[in-house]
């Protein structure tokens, strides 16, 4: 591997994937993160993770599109020669996704069949395609949810897709072990983003209800979860292998 480590972050404009790129940035890693529809967001990531001093670059990608998997699979590897200078990257962080809310009593075959797209066959086939880009003896963190632990009704179809991705990674974990590459979930607790309509951050009853939940007395933010990715991804988490880190404050324990 180079020196520089690279990583690519999917969901990278906003929320969760933002706060993860910035946090990698400030270690030293340079950054290859994606957007769906949010151009200006992502550039004004970008700029952000220049003037942290590292090398960046926003690629379009929707994550439920698996068809076009290979089309990005070959952007990512011109972009990695022309603006890094690299044949490989070194991290995958498999953040971006959706929430649809709905009890299993009206969830349509629709919201279903987006849901397992984006969540789960997005991390499954996008991981699959980027594996031959990816460097011996790096890392993967699929990111899952608290819900897949805990339960809150209206949330089955997008909990088990999560509960899909925890799967998963034990699945890779155990395939990629000949590689070196070390395959982790990263599971938020509930955090203040734009997600499900920004509901938990602008909605100050839900925000309290939740916060009762978390011992440490409030929601999360996105640099809680950003700060721990860039942990696992330090040089100190290198055996940690197969596992399942929530990253919740202790909410529902
Ligand atoms: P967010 O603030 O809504 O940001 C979503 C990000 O994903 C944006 O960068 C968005 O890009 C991108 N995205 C959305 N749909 C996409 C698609 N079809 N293809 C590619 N990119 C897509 O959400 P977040 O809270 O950061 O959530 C990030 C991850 O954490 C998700 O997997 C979510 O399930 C998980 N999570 C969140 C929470 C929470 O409470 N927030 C808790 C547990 C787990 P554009 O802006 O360009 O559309």
């Given at each position: 591997m180079a020196d520089t480590k690279i990583a690519v972050i999917t969901g990278?404009?906003?929320g969760l994937g933002r706060s993860m790129a910035l946090h990698l940035a400030a270690q030293g890693v340079d950054i290859v993160g994606t957007f769906h529809s949010d151009k200006e967001e992502a550039a004004k990531v970008a700029q952000q993770i220049e003037g942290q001093g590292r090398r960046v670059a926003m690629l379009q990608l929707d994550?439920?599109?698996?068809?076009?998997f290979s089309d990005f699979a070959s952007d990512l590897s011109s972009v990695l020669q022309s603006?890094?200078?690299?044949d490989h990257f070194d991290f995958l962080v498999n953040n971006a996704g959706i929430g649809i809310y709905a009890s299993v009593t009206d969830t349509t075959e629709e919201q279903f069949d987006e849901l397992m797209q984006v969540q789960l066959k997005g991390p499954f086939f996008l991981t699959q395609k980027l594996l031959p880009l990816m460097a011996d003896g790096g890392r993967i963190l699929n990111v899952s949810s608290g819900l897949a632990r805990f339960t809150i009704p209206g949330y089955a179809a997008y909990a088990a897709a999560k509960g899909g991705v925890e799967v998963l990674t034990r699945y890779l974990a155990k395939e990629l072990g000949p590689r070196g590459i070390t395959v982790n979930t990263v599971a938020p607790g509930?955090?203040?983003?734009?997600?499900?309509?920004?509901v938990v951050r602008d909605n100050p009853d839900m925000n309290q209800q939740l916060a009762a939940t978390i011992p440490l007395g409030r929601v999360g933010l996105p640099d809680d979860v950003g700060g721990a990715v860039a942990l696992l991804l330090s040089?100190?988490?290198?055996?940690?292998?197969g596992e399942r880190i929530e990253v919740s404050g202790g909410q529902n324990i």
């Amino acid at each position: 591997m180079a020196d520089t480590k690279i990583a690519v972050i999917t969901g990278a404009s906003r929320g969760l994937g933002r706060s993860m790129a910035l946090h990698l940035a400030a270690q030293g890693v340079d950054i290859v993160g994606t957007f769906h529809s949010d151009k200006e967001e992502a550039a004004k990531v970008a700029q952000q993770i220049e003037g942290q001093g590292r090398r960046v670059a926003m690629l379009q990608l929707d994550v439920g599109e698996s068809a076009r998997f290979s089309d990005f699979a070959s952007d990512l590897s011109s972009v990695l020669q022309s603006e890094f200078g690299q044949d490989h990257f070194d991290f995958l962080v498999n953040n971006a996704g959706i929430g649809i809310y709905a009890s299993v009593t009206d969830t349509t075959e629709e919201q279903f069949d987006e849901l397992m797209q984006v969540q789960l066959k997005g991390p499954f086939f996008l991981t699959q395609k980027l594996l031959p880009l990816m460097a011996d003896g790096g890392r993967i963190l699929n990111v899952s949810s608290g819900l897949a632990r805990f339960t809150i009704p209206g949330y089955a179809a997008y909990a088990a897709a999560k509960g899909g991705v925890e799967v998963l990674t034990r699945y890779l974990a155990k395939e990629l072990g000949p590689r070196g590459i070390t395959v982790n979930t990263v599971a938020p607790g509930v955090i203040e983003t734009d997600f499900g309509g920004g509901v938990v951050r602008d909605n100050p009853d839900m925000n309290q209800q939740l916060a009762a939940t978390i011992p440490l007395g409030r929601v999360g933010l996105p640099d809680d979860v950003g700060g721990a990715v860039a942990l696992l991804l330090s040089e100190g988490g290198r055996w940690v292998n197969g596992e399942r880190i929530e990253v919740s404050g202790g909410q529902n324990i």
